[in-house]
């Protein structure tokens, strides 16, 4: 499976921007797919995440700025982010976790707040 992010960007405080995450195969057959977050000189942590049967699941530093979804017709994960903190500053990764076959990262987009 073959992820690609995107839309990351500068924008301002109080901004919003919408990543996408293109998978190359049918993403209504994954168990998982979510959204880490790598700030500048921290480890990877957990943004949101949406199940197979659309659960969706939320770190609590995003809920109610955050939201994910999907378009399984174009195969596309989506996080739309508002209300953006110079804090969410850093370069996010979709993940993917597939039956049988594992766990599936993209490369990355960075996101910069800033004024």
């Known amino acids: 499976v073959q992820l690609q992010a995107s839309g990351g960007g500068l924008v301002q405080p109080g901004g919003s921007l919408r990543l996408s995450c293109a998978a190359s195969?049918?993403?209504?057959?994954?168990?998982?797919m979510g959204w880490y977050f790598q700030a500048p000189g921290k480890e990877r942590e957990f943004v949101a995440q949406?199940?197979?049967?659309?659960?969706?699941d939320y770190a609590d530093s995003v809920k109610g700025r955050f939201t994910i979804s999907r378009d399984v017709a174009k195969n596309t994960m989506y996080l739309q982010m508002t209300s953006l903190k110079s804090e969410d500053t850093g370069v996010y990764y979709c993940?993917?976790?597939?039956?049988?076959?594992?766990?599936?990262w993209g490369q990355g987009t960075q996101v910069t707040v800033s004024s």
């Open positions: 949406l199940t197979s049967s659309t659960i969706m």
């Open positions: 195969e049918d993403i209504f057959r994954f168990n998982v």
């Open positions: 993940q993917a976790i597939v039956p049988r076959r594992g766990e599936y």
